[in-house]
């Protein structure tokens, strides 16, 4: 149980995929002007890469490590995440057309999502044992994972609609200036390191 | 054989998951209407927003859906409206190409100005004391319209917003973006206007804009008849229900040239013409 709450919290704050990894960046960037599409890339992330580290864990676990196929982890990954991906929208469309027109162009935008990928690789490679070697474990760590991206997002979503208000100088103004938030964000979570 | 065992595992991995995807789309298949798609490419796609929707896809809907008629898209060519028409089976309506019109002819030599100092935006002037211009009804020449047109179909000089009719489509666009609400559509086929917009009487307005309309009736008189010409105060507008040919303005020789041919318009013919 302890364990669980390491990885939680490790996961959310300690290691935030977007601030202390620098992994999926470019949605952190892209999507974050407004807080309500942040809200819903944040849902469709925490969604896929929940999935997808379920399934890769299985797969991994099932087929890779007994075949001595590791190195094939990055390769299998990215098929099968595009495949999730692939399977939701499809089922999307049919099951909730309104959460479909409403998360409409970012689902296609997380097949190539580094963070996604990052979690799952992570989650075969260098995660903690209990991690590693369940697909519980795994996909705990995925939903974390999702959460602090999510939670990254989020914040700087709030933060850039603040920003629109602010008096900024000419030659920060735009990208210069997100950017440097950005970076003071990531160093606000640093203070989180000695946590756990 | 060291190769050929996993070049099989990601082979059959990747048939699986296709096969998987297959199955999925063909059980949560959803039926999209053919024709929606068909209606969108025969629309011009330029998603202007002038038919009210919110793109031409959006319109492609709702014309399959019967929530509107081809001839609601202004950009549409009266052909393509035909072509829409016949394809989906519906009566196709007639359309009249309507176009923007700037009802003021006071540029920067012909009207009094005062000094503005701010933000070169039509909206952000009205703000400050209605805009820097002597007549409060006319174009205040810092072109919210011309930006606001996704057809580049005005121009502005000498201060003035004039409209290239063979590039307006008729989007309206233009009409809601001025403060002033200078911009009316008009018939394409008419091409003799009357460039003002102020109702003041003819004294006030000739103190500030030499090219205002007096209400002097010329233009009335030389229409005979034909009720080419209407009148509402002191101000005189074409009658769009019978628009007035173009040899009326030689004959009706307005005094402050506020009638007009629009070619001439645009070239700027008229400058500074007050007798
Ligand atoms: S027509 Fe209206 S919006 Fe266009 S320049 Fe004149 S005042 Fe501005
Ligand atoms: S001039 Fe006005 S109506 Fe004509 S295309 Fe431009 S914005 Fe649309």
């Known amino acids: 149980m302890n364990e669980f709450l390491v990885i939680t919290i490790g996961a959310i704050l300690v290691n935030n995929f977007v601030l202390s990894k620098f992994l999926g960046v470019c949605p952190f960037l892209g999507v974050s002007k407004k807080l309500d599409t942040a809200l819903g890339m944040s849902g469709a992330v925490i969604f896929v890469m929940t999935l997808a580290s379920l399934v890769s864990s299985i797969i991994n676990q099932l087929l890779l490590v007994p075949m001595k196929l590791q190195y094939l982890q990055t390769l299998v990954f990215i098929v099968v995440i595009a495949s999730l991906v692939q399977l939701v929208e499809i089922m999307l469309q049919k099951l909730s057309a309104k959460l479909y027109e409403s998360l409409g162009i970012f689902l296609p935008l997380i097949t190539t999502n580094c963070a996604v990928l990052g979690a799952v690789v992570l989650n075969a490679k260098s995660a903690p044992e209990s991690v590693q070697s369940t697909w519980y474990g795994a996909t705990i760590y995925g939903f974390c994972s999702a959460l602090g991206f999510a939670l990254a997002l989020i914040l700087f979503s709030s933060l850039r609609e603040k920003l629109d208000l602010a008096k900024v100088p000419e030659a920060f103004e735009g990208t210069a200036i997100s950017l440097v938030t950005a970076g003071i964000l990531a160093m606000a979570f640093l203070g989180f390191s000695g946590l756990v | ?275």
């Open chain 2, 1 to 275: 054989m060291d190769i050929l065992f996993p070049i099989l595992t990601v082979g059959i991995l990747g048939i699986f998951l296709g096969v998987i995807i297959g199955i999925v789309a063909k059980v949560f298949a959803v039926d999209i209407d053919e024709r929606i798609e068909q209606v969108e490419e025969m629309l011009p796609g330029a998603n202007c927003g002038g038919c009210g929707f919110a793109g031409c896809a959006d319109f492609a809907k709702g014309v399959v859906a019967g929530k509107a008629t081809p001839a609601g898209c202004p950009v549409c060519s009266p052909e393509d409206v035909v072509a829409i028409s016949e394809y989906l089976g519906i009566a196709a309506e007639e359309k009249e190409k309507m176009v923007a019109l700037v009802r003021c002819s006071g540029d920067i030599p012909n009207t009094v100005r005062s000094l503005y100092n701010g933000v070169r935006d039509c909206r952000s002037a009205v703000l400050v004391a209605g805009g820097a211009k002597g007549c409060d009804y006319g174009c205040l020449g810092f072109g919210s319209c011309a930006e606001a047109c996704p057809f580049g179909a005005i121009e502005i000089r000498n201060g003035l917003a004039v409209v290239h009719k063979e590039l307006c489509v008729g989007c309206e666009n233009c009409v809601a973006a001025c403060p002033k609400n200078l911009i009316t559509m008009v018939p394409a086929s008419a091409a003799t206007h009357v460039y003002c917009n102020s109702p003041e009487k003819g004294a006030v307005k000739r103190k500030v804009c030499k090219t205002a309309c007096i209400a002097c009736r010329k233009c009335v008189k030389a229409s005979g008849e034909e009720d080419y010409m209407e009148i509402d105060g002191f101000l005189v507008r074409s009658n769009y229900e019978n628009p007035p040919p173009a040899s009326l303005v030689e004959a009706a020789g307005c005094p402050t040239s506020a009638l007009r041919v629009d070619t001439e318009h645009i070239k700027g013919a008229y400058g500074g013409a007050s007798k």
